[in-house]
C-alpha cells in the first residue's frame, strides 16, 4: 500500500487523468478495475474515475510495485545545455527567445536537448522544478515553433498557467505578429488571404487550394509589406488561423515563398543568397483576453517584442 498527496500542480485533474500521467505504465483497463473495486480510494473512500482532485486529497493505491517508477540518478533535461534567450520572466511564466535549429521537443533524431529540456534544467538549477516533488506535473511549453524558425515561445511554469494559456491559446485571445522576407514584390501591400491546407502527415508538408475538400482547414493569413529591397519584401504577418507550416505554404502558394525556405521555396534563389533558414521569426506576442485570465489577469493588454531578427539588418531604416 502508497499513499500520495495532491499537491497544487495535481488540483482540477480527473482522477483517471492524473493517474494516466502518474503511473504511465499501468494500462488503462487495469486502472479502471483497480478504481471500481477499491484497489484506488481517494481520502479513505471509494471514488470515480471522474472525481475530480483537490489539493490536500489523499490518494491510496493498493497496487503493483512494478507500476511505482523509481527516481532516475540522472533526468533526461540534465543533458541539455542551460542556455536559453529569456524575454520575460515571473513566477508564472517564461517568454523565450528561440533561435533557428533549437527543437523545441525532442524528435527521433536528437533526443537530449531541446528548448523544453533547456527550460526544465534551468528551473531545476534554480530551484523551482523538482520531478521528486511532482506527481504528474512538469513545466511545459504553450506554443510551438518549428525547429528552423525563431521566435516567441511561452513556457508555463506550474499547472495552472498552463491550463489557462492553453485556453487563450485555444480561444486565440494571443496576437502573434510575425516578420519575414517573401521573396518579390507584392502587388497588394497590404491583405487578408484566404485559402484551405490539407497537411500530409508522411510528407510532413501541407497543400494549399483555392476550394474547400473534406480534407481541407481553412486558413486567413494577413500581411502588410514593411520595405522592399532588391526583389524582396519584408513582411508583417498575423495568423488569423494557426494551422502547420501556414505562412510559408500560403506565401509561396501565391507566388512569394520565404527566402531561405527549402521545403516551399526556390531552392536557386536561396543558396544566391546563402540562407540556412527560412527568414519567419514570431517576433511579438500580445496578451488581449476577453474572458476570466484568473491568476494570470496581469499579463492582459501587455505586449513583448524579440530584442532582435537575424534578417531584417538587410533592410537598412526601417521601423518596426
Known amino acids: 500500500m502508497r499513499q500520495i498527496e495532491i499537491t497544487e500542480n495535481d ?14 505504465e499501468l494500462p488503462k483497463a487495469l486502472m479502471y478495475k483497480y478504481i471500481r473495486t477499491k484497489y484506488i480510494k481517494l481520502n479513505g473512500k471509494r471514488c470515480e474515475i471522474s472525481t475530480r482532485l483537490n489539493k490536500g486529497d489523499i490518494l491510496t493505491l493498493y497496487i503493483k510495485d512494478e507500476f ?4 532516475p540518478d540522472e533526468y533526461d533535461f540534465m543533458k541539455a545545455p542551460v542556455k536559453l534567450d529569456v524575454i520575460y520572466e515571473d513566477e508564472n511564466i517564461l517568454l523565450l527567445n528561440k533561435k533557428p535549429g533549437l527543437l523545441v521537443h525532442p524528435d527521433d533524431t536528437y533526443h537530449f536537448d531541446s528548448l523544453i529540456a533547456r527550460v526544465q534544467h534551468y528551473l531545476y538549477d534554480k ?19 518549428d525547429r528552423n524558425t525563431g521566435g516567441i ?13 492553453n485556453q487563450k491559446l485555444k480561444d486565440r485571445e ?3 505578429l510575425y516578420l519575414c522576407i517573401a521573396v518579390g514584390s507584392l502587388k497588394k501591400k497590404e491583405a487578408l488571404l484566404t485559402a484551405y491546407l490539407e497537411k500530409n502527415e508522411k510528407q510532413n508538408r501541407v497543400y494549399i487550394s483555392e476550394k474547400p475538400t473534406p480534407d481541407t482547414k481553412t486558413i486567413k493569413t494577413k500581411y502588410r509589406v514593411l520595405a522592399e529591397k532588391d526583389g524582396l519584401s ?4 498575423e495568423l488569423l488561423t494557426g494551422r502547420t507550416h501556414q505562412i510559408r505554404a500560403h ?13 516551399y521555396g526556390r531552392n536557386e534563389i536561396n543558396r544566391k543568397w546563402g540562407f540556412r533558414y527560412q527568414a519567419l521569426y514570431s517576433y511579438k506576442l500580445v496578451f488581449h483576453f476577453t474572458t476570466e485570465a484568473g491568476s494570470l489577469e496581469y499579463l492582459n493588454n501587455r505586449s513583448f517584442t524579440a530584442p532582435e531578427v537575424w534578417f531584417t539588418a538587410y533592410f537598412d531604416g526601417i521601423g518596426l
Request: hydrophobic share 40%; net charge positive; no cysteine.
Open 174 to 176: 494571443l496576437d502573434k
Open 234 to 237: 519584408l513582411l508583417e504577418v
Open 153 to 165: 515561445v511561452i513556457a508555463a511554469k506550474n499547472a495552472e498557467t498552463l491550463r489557462v494559456m
Open 127 to 145: 530551484g523551482e522544478y523538482d520531478p521528486k516533488r511532482e506527481n504528474s506535473f512538469a513545466p511545459a511549453l504553450v506554443n510551438r515553433i
Open 68 to 71: 511505482f517508477e523509481e527516481t
Open 11 to 24: 488540483s482540477g485533474q480527473r482522477l483517471d487523468k492524473f493517474l494516466a500521467k502518474r503511473f504511465k
Open 251 to 263: 506565401l509561396a502558394y501565391i507566388g512569394h515563398p520565404l527566402l531561405g525556405d527549402g521545403k
